[in-house]
């Protein structure tokens, strides 16, 4: 149920180096990682373009493979493997099962196209930056910990002994498309104690009128966490408001700034993500949690705010728990895609010898750390566009 991911199994050959490729939704981070120091020795970012198809993408990604392998020999480096990280979801077998961001790579040959340039193998993007925190960052001394990470979309991997755990079917990432059904009476603040109603002495008109709950369930609604508190939600729920945003730091600067809305939309997304956090800190108890993604290695008040309601919702066996920011930040990605690559040759071996009999087959995904289904989802003014889960393809 672990990924074939260690760190005792890297390539560490002389003059070796290995091609990292991490896919998001917007754009794609490119990396050659020397395999004796563990250090980015090139980088390249292209825009992602899902939208024009996944051949599309995956010709862009090639070429610019090729660009970085050619680097690599005018490096004095040989490219011994190429590690591509992927918004979907990936099984056992290294396939690709789902097509929540990249259109058609469950059906195409990515990993042999790639392969063309060293051999290759694919990883779910979380797990790809869980090793890489693990690795080289701050995971490291940790016996389990729970990497989440917090940008365009929200995922979570849990890792022990400095493992990726993957699940069954490759889909242990999934925190932030679960249902969370959060109760409009739940207005307690991480710094007091609740009134009769959880409304006393609450002057924000976010938490005054509560969770919205427009689809019948009594005294709240289902919210799926990744359409609240991800930085595109950060985005759409802050235009729905009446905002203007092209970023999640946008968005964060007019909260900043003293704009209202924003202050409302950012306020409600940070309780929802710690309630996220809380719930695996609950549910997995892990040494600690740390973040990554754009949002979740940024210190910002969100993340403060965030972390507050998550203290608050932990259980108390909970309450030496450590919650820290990633620090690889931002590259932590295409880190753990290149430490992919160095992986390449070994676990190709692996199947190989076993016949990819780990293979579980194929399983949906409605979200990964970078987008979500592409289901229609309906924003209203008065809730600031929290989607109601209701209209949702279910995941």
């Known amino acids: 149920m672990f990924a074939d991911l260690s760190l005792a199994d890297l390539d560490r050959s002389a003059g070796a180096a290995a091609i990292g490729i991490d896919i998001g939704g917007t754009k794609t981070a490119l990396g050659l990682i020397d395999a004796a120091s563990l250090t980015l020795l090139a980088t390249d970012v292209i825009p992602t373009g ?11 990604v090639e070429r610019h493979a090729v660009l970085l392998a050619q680097a690599a020999t005018e490096l004095g480096r040989h490219t011994v493997g190429l590690g591509v990280a ?17 259109p058609r790579w469950n059906e195409l040959p990515v990993a042999a196209v790639l392969g063309a340039i060293a051999p ?34 929200i995922s979570y991997c849990a890792v022990g002994a400095g493992r990726p755990f993957a699940g069954a079917h490759g889909g242990a990432l999934n925190i932030g498309t679960s249902v969370f059904a959060l109760p409009s009476g739940d207005q307690a603040s991480p710094g007091g104690q609740p009134g009769p109603d959880d409304q006393s002495g609450v002057r924000d008109r976010a938490w005054a009128n509560g969770w919205p ?56 997304a940070a309780k929802a993500l710690g309630i996220g956090i809380a719930l695996l800190v609950n549910l997995l108890d892990p040494e600690a949690v740390i973040t990554g993604g754009g949002l979740g290695s940024a210190d910002t008040d969100y993340w403060t705010a965030a972390e507050r309601w998550a203290r608050h919702y932990a259980h108390s066996h909970a309450a030496d728990t450590v919650l820290t920011r990633g ?14 690559g160095l992986l390449a040759r070994h676990r190709l071996r692996h199947r190989a010898a076993n016949h990819d009999d780990t293979n579980r ?23 600031c566009g929290i989607p109601n889960s209701s209209s949702e393809k279910r995941k």
């Open 50 to 60: 899902p939208e024009r198809g996944g051949e599309a993408v995956l010709r862009d």
């Open 86 to 102: 992927v918004p979907e979801i990936v099984n056992l077998a290294g396939q690709i099962t789902s097509t929540a961001v990249i």
């Open 120 to 153: 290759a193998v694919i990883e779910a993007d979380v797990r790809a930056a869980a090793f890489g925190e693990a690795s080289l960052g701050a995971g490291r001394g940790y016996g389990f910990h729970v990497f989440l990470t917090v940008g365009t979309g």
């Open 213 to 268: 709950s427009v689809d019948g369930y009594p005294g709240g609604r289902e919210v799926v966490l990744e359409r609240v508190a991800s930085g595109s939600a950060l985005v759409q729920r802050y235009v729905a408001c009446g905002g203007t945003a092209q970023r999640a730091e946008d968005v964060l600067a007019a909260a900043r700034d003293g704009d209202r809305a924003a202050s409302e939309v950012v306020d409600v």
């Open 327 to 340: 620090q690889l930040g931002p590259d932590a990605g295409v880190i753990g895609a290149g430490l992919v």
């Open 361 to 383: 087959g194929s399983t949906g995904r409605g979200s990964t750390s970078h987008g979500t289904d592409r289901g229609t989802t309906s924003l209203s003014h008065a809730d």
